[in-house]
Nanobody, 122 residues
Framework: QVQLVESGGGSVQSGGSLRLSCAAS???????LAWFRQAPGKEREVIAV???????NYADSVKGRFTISRDNPKKTLYLQMNSLKPEDTVMYYC?????????????????WGQGTQVTVSS
């Protein structure tokens, strides 16, 4: 059983930076990993995906500002968020799946973290 635990959320001013972490436990070798975010009343949207070899994909809304990375020996996924904007204020979730990567719909992911809140003030 794979478990994911996010950390690193918090409050920051517009233009600031945060780094989210997602620690995994269990068998995680070769998994496709992703970060999603969800605003109240809206669907969960993918913002970044990373394959087992390190290939990455980003949503247009975060491209050039956010960087996804993984440390396989540490079983940890990261999201470096720079140039944060007030519209980045939402809950962030890490997700994982075995099999084809990248995939973008939330329903394709089997394992989810509990979420971490990011708040960006103007």
């Amino acid at each position: 059983q794979v478990q994911l635990v996010e950390s690193g959320g918090g409050s920051v001013q517009s233009g600031g930076s945060l780094r989210l972490s997602c620690a995994a436990s269990g068998y995680t070798y070769g998994m496709c990993l992703a970060w999603f975010r969800q605003a109240p009343g809206k669907e969960r949207e993918v913002i970044a995906v990373i394959g087992r070899g390190g290939s990455t994909n980003y949503a247009d809304s975060v491209k050039g500002r956010f960087t996804i990375s993984r440390d396989n020996p540490k079983k940890t996924l990261y999201l470096q968020m720079n140039s944060l904007k007030p519209e980045d204020t939402v809950m962030y979730y890490c997700a994982a799946r075995f099999g084809t990567c990248p995939v973008f719909p939330a329903f394709e992911y089997t394992y989810w973290g509990q979420g971490t809140q990011v708040t960006v003030s103007s």
